[in-house]
C-alpha cells in the first residue's frame, strides 16, 4: 500500500515535469553577446525584428558589461559579439577568438551630474578638465567599477587627467560594480556625478533632477563594434548564421535602421560602418 | 516617486491588458520553478527520508552538509552552472547555456538541499514516533521510507512550498545561465531587475506585485488541496 501510494506521489510529480515540457526550439537562432546599453535603449527591440522578418534568424541577446560579454565569447558562449571597448576588441581579434572586427556606430559619453554641481562643471567639455575639478572638490562620483567599455573609457579619462581614482575608492570615488542602469539609480540617489553613453541616458526612466554636465568632448567618443566569433577556434559558433547577421548590420539597410532609432526625437546611435 | 496605488493599478492594468509579452513571462516563470521543485522534491523526499529514518557512520556529518547547502548564494550556483554548461565547459556540447532547461537545473540545485534538509527533520521527527511500531511489525527498510513520507506528506507540502518559494524569488542564478534573452529565458525577476536597471522603477515594482500575487495564488491553491485531501482521508 505505501509503495503504491508512493508511487502515484511521484507520478504526479513526473507529470509536472511533462508538462514543463521542453524548451521550444527555433533552429535558426544565433546568441549575440552584447552590452547592456545597446539592450536598455531598445535600440535591438527596433532594429533586430526587421532582421528576423529578412532572413528568419532569431536574434538572442545577452547583454552584459563588456568585459563579461567578451570573456563569454571567448569561452565560445555566442556567435556575435557586438560591444564598444574597441582595444579590448582588437586584442580579442589578435588571440584568435574573433574572425575580424568592423566599426558599426557611435554615440558619446556625457557626465552627468545633479542640479546643485558641487564641481562647479556644469557645461564644461573638456572632460579631462571637468574630472579633474571634481578629484579636487571630492565632490562625489559614481562609477561602474565593472570593466566595461563605459568603465574602461572613464578609466582613461581619469589617467589623462592624473588622478589615482583607486586611492579615492570608497572615498568620494564610488564603485557600483553595477551596470549602466543600476550605477545611474544608486549614483542618482547619492547626489554623485556619473559618466554614461547618452543612449542609455536619454531612455533612462528615473532621472530624477539630473542633466548633462559635461558633453562634446571628442574624448568621450563611443565607437561600437561587431565581431564573429572564430569557428575555428569555437566548433559550435554558427559561423554562416552569425555572418549573416554581421553582413546585415553593416549592410545600407541595417545602417539606416540603427540611424532611424530614436527615443524623444533624439538619435541614439549613429552607424558609421566602413 | 509615484504613489503606491498608482504601482497598484499599473500592475493590475498589466494583467489585465493580457499583454502577451507579460503573459509569457510569468507562464516561462512558472514552468522553470515547478519543474526544479518537481525534481528537487524527486530527489530531496527520498533522501531526506533516508538520512532521517536510518542510522549510518558520519550522519551527522550529513546532516551539516545538508544544512549548509539550503544556504547556497545563487550567483555562485549560477556560476558553477555557468562553467558547467559553458562551450568552454565539460557540458559544454550538450548546447543547454541559455535555454530554460539550463535555469532548471541551476534552480534545482538550490532547491534540492531544501527540501532534502527540511524533510530529513520532518521524517525524523515521525520516525522517533512510529520506530518501534516499525520494529514490532517487522517493517522492511524501503517501506519504512514510503510509510514515513506518506504520512508526513502534508508537512512536505510545505517543505515543498519552502522550495518553491527560494526558486521563484531567485535571480542571481538564472540571470547568469539563463542571459535574460526576450523570449527565451526571460522571467519575472530578471525581467524585474532589467527594468530596474532601465529606471522604470514603477514597471519593476508592478512586476514585482504580479510575482507575489503568483506566490499567493500558488501557496493558496497547494493550501485548498491539502484541505480537501485531509478532509476527504476522515471519511
Same mark, same amino acid.
Given at each position: ?9 511521484? =507520478?504526479?510529480? %513526473? ?11 527555433? *533552429? ?49 558562449? /555566442? ?10 576588441? *582588437? ?44 578629484? *579636487? ?29 583607486? =586611492? +579615492? ?11 549602466? /542602469? ?49 569557428? *575555428? ?16 548590420? %553593416? ?5 539606416? &535602421?540603427? &540611424? ?12 558609421? +560602418?566602413? | ?29 512558472? !514552468? ?22 536510518? !542510522? ?169 488541496? !491539502? ?9
Amino acid at each position: 500500500m505505501f509503495r503504491r501510494s508512493f508511487l502515484g506521489f511521484a =507520478a504526479a510529480g %513526473l507529470l509536472a515535469l511533462g508538462l514543463a515540457g521542453p524548451a521550444a526550439a527555433q *533552429e535558426d537562432f544565433i546568441v549575440v553577446q552584447s552590452t547592456t546599453s545597446t539592450q536598455n535603449s531598445g535600440l535591438f527591440d527596433h532594429i533586430l525584428p526587421i532582421f528576423t522578418d529578412k532572413t528568419g534568424i532569431e536574434v538572442r541577446v545577452v547583454a552584459v558589461g563588456t568585459g563579461q560579454a567578451i570573456k563569454n565569447a571567448a569561452n565560445g558562449d /555566442g556567435d556575435v559579439l557586438f560591444v564598444h571597448a574597441k582595444p579590448a576588441e *582588437e586584442k580579442f581579434v589578435a588571440d584568435g577568438q574573433g574572425v575580424s572586427r568592423s566599426d558599426v556606430m557611435y554615440n558619446d559619453f556625457v557626465i552627468v551630474g545633479p542640479p546643485a554641481d558641487p564641481a562647479g562643471v556644469a557645461g564644461m567639455s573638456d572632460a579631462v578638465a571637468a574630472l579633474t575639478m571634481i578629484a *579636487e572638490t571630492e565632490a562625489p562620483f559614481a562609477s561602474r567599477g565593472d570593466d566595461s567599455g563605459t568603465h574602461k573609457a572613464e578609466l582613461g579619462l581619469w589617467a589623462e587627467a592624473g588622478v589615482d581614482v583607486g =586611492a +579615492a575608492s570608497g572615498g568620494w570615488y564610488r564603485e557600483t560594480g553595477s551596470g549602466m /542602469g543600476a550605477t545611474l539609480n544608486t549614483g542618482t540617489g547619492m547626489g554623485a556625478y556619473i559618466m554614461t553613453d547618452r543612449a542609455t541616458w536619454i531612455s533612462f526612466g528615473n532621472k530624477g533632477d539630473y542633466q548633462i554636465a559635461i558633453e562634446g568632448d571628442e574624448k568621450m567618443f563611443n565607437q561600437y563594434g561587431i565581431i564573429l566569433v572564430n569557428p *575555428e577556434k569555437h566548433p559550435n559558433v554558427k559561423a554562416d548564421l552569425g555572418q549573416q547577421f554581421v553582413d546585415w548590420v %553593416l549592410s545600407d539597410e541595417g545602417q539606416e &535602421a540603427i &540611424a532611424s532609432y530614436k527615443v524623444d526625437g533624439q538619435q541614439l546611435f549613429f552607424p558609421n +560602418a566602413q | 516617486m509615484e504613489s503606491f496605488s498608482a504601482i497598484m493599478a499599473e500592475a493590475l492594468g498589466l494583467i489585465l491588458s493580457g499583454d502577451p509579452d507579460v503573459i509569457e513571462i510569468i507562464v516561462l516563470s512558472l !514552468r522553470v520553478t515547478l519543474s526544479a521543485v518537481a525534481v528537487a522534491c524527486l530527489i530531496g523526499f527520498p533522501l531526506g527520508a533516508t538520512v532521517g529514518a536510518f !542510522r549510518f557512520p558520519l550522519r551527522a556529518g550529513v546532516i551539516v552538509v545538508m544544512n549548509t547547502m539550503m544556504g547556497l548564494p545563487p550567483v555562485v550556483v549560477g556560476l558553477l552552472v555557468y562553467l558547467m554548461l559553458s562551450a568552454a565547459g565539460p557540458l559544454g556540447v550538450l548546447g543547454l547555456l541559455y535555454s530554460p532547461t539550463a535555469m532548471v537545473i541551476a534552480q534545482t540545485i538550490l532547491v534540492t538541499p531544501i527540501v532534502a534538509a527540511l524533510s530529513r527533520q520532518v521524517i525524523e521527527d515521525l520516525y522517533n514516533e512510529y520506530s518501534e511500531q516499525f520494529t514490532s511489525l517487522g517493517v522492511g527498510p524501503l517501506d519504512r521510507v514510503l510509510a514515513l513520507l506518506w504520512d508526513a506528506r502534508y508537512s512536505l507540502l510545505t517543505v515543498a512550498l519552502a522550495g518553491f518559494g527560494r526558486a521563484v524569488a531567485e535571480v542571481g542564478a538564472v540571470i547568469i545561465v539563463g542571459g535574460n534573452i526576450n523570449h527565451v529565458t526571460r522571467v519575472m525577476t530578471t525581467t524585474i531587475a532589467l527594468e530596474t536597471s532601465k529606471g522604470n522603477l514603477q514597471l519593476a515594482l508592478a512586476l514585482g506585485m504580479i510575482l507575489l500575487t503568483i506566490a499567493v495564488i500558488v501557496n493558496g491553491l497547494l493550501m485548498a488541496i !491539502r484541505g480537501t485531501a485531509a478532509r476527504a482521508a476522515y471519511v
